[in-house]
């Protein structure tokens, strides 16, 4: 099946640091990762469509340039948090799926998440 | 505006019980609903659903869709307490923004 890896898992640091958040598709090209954010006990948040060679897609309300997101590869989508404070404190997790066509013609598969901490 | 309501927001059950999840949507061009388990990380995937009227089956677990009525079911037979989670619920329409639209989710708590 899909897997999808995401690195780190935790990241906790202190306030003004710029965290990086790694996510891959291991098995299967990816043209197309999403990137969700998640408070307790709430539903998954899309922030944004990451498109392999080209400029990312935000949704409404997500800073750019805070959450600056890079798909140089068909494996590989990044996301980094700058200058991060502690309102970004939220598990940030990605997602690929195999589609070419239309939104769920294949299922989106996670990585594990990234949980962060900002002091 | 696309939007997914799943009910309950929650449940508690004893082992053994039978649980029923729903899940409806009002969503342009749909063109799939997909279930997820989440446990202390990310969704894992459960069924993909595209054909109202034929049921997705694994295990204890088992979905239907009705597309007359708009709407899912996510079915739980003797639950255990590894079932214990939040259950997502997602829709994704036939456009080229492959965004998926996500429900709140229900937490299931199943006490032994």
């Known amino acids: 099946g899909a897997v999808v890896s995401q690195h780190p898992s935790r990241v906790i640091c202190k306030s003004g640091t710029s965290v990086k958040i790694e996510c891959r598709s291991l098995d299967f090209q990816a043209t197309t990762m999403f990137w969700y954010r998640q408070f307790p006990k709430q539903s998954l948040m899309l922030m944004a469509t990451?498109?392999?060679?080209?400029?990312?897609?935000?949704e409404q309300g997500v800073e750019k340039d805070k959450f600056l997101i890079n798909h140089a590869s068909l494996t590989l989508s990044t996301l980094t948090v700058t200058s991060a404070h502690p309102e970004d404190s939220s598990f940030y997790i990605c997602?690929?799926?195999?589609?070419?066509?239309?939104?769920?013609?294949?299922?989106?598969?996670f990585g594990d998440g990234t949980r962060l901490s900002i002091l | 505006e696309d939007k997914v309501v799943q009910s309950p927001l929650s449940l508690v059950v004893h082992e053994g019980d039978t649980v029923t999840l729903n899940c409806s949507y009002e969503?342009?061009?749909?063109?799939?609903l997909l279930w997820y388990k989440q446990e202390k990380k990310a969704p894992t995937f459960l069924f993909m659903l595209t054909s109202s009227g034929i049921e997705k089956k694994s295990g204890r677990l088992s979905s239907i869709l009705d597309k007359k009525e708009l709407s899912s079911i996510l079915n739980i037979t003797a639950t255990q307490t590894g079932d214990s989670a939040i259950y997502l619920c997602?829709?994704?329409?036939?456009?080229?923004?492959?965004?998926?639209?996500w429900g709140l989710g229900t937490s299931l708590a199943v006490n032994p």
């Open positions: 997602a829709v994704g329409n036939a456009g080229n923004n492959r965004k998926l639209i």
């Open positions: 997602s690929a799926d195999r589609g070419t066509g239309g939104a769920g013609n294949q299922p989106q598969h």
């Open positions: 990451s498109n392999e060679g080209s400029k990312a897609t935000y």
């Open positions: 969503v342009t061009n749909f063109r799939s």
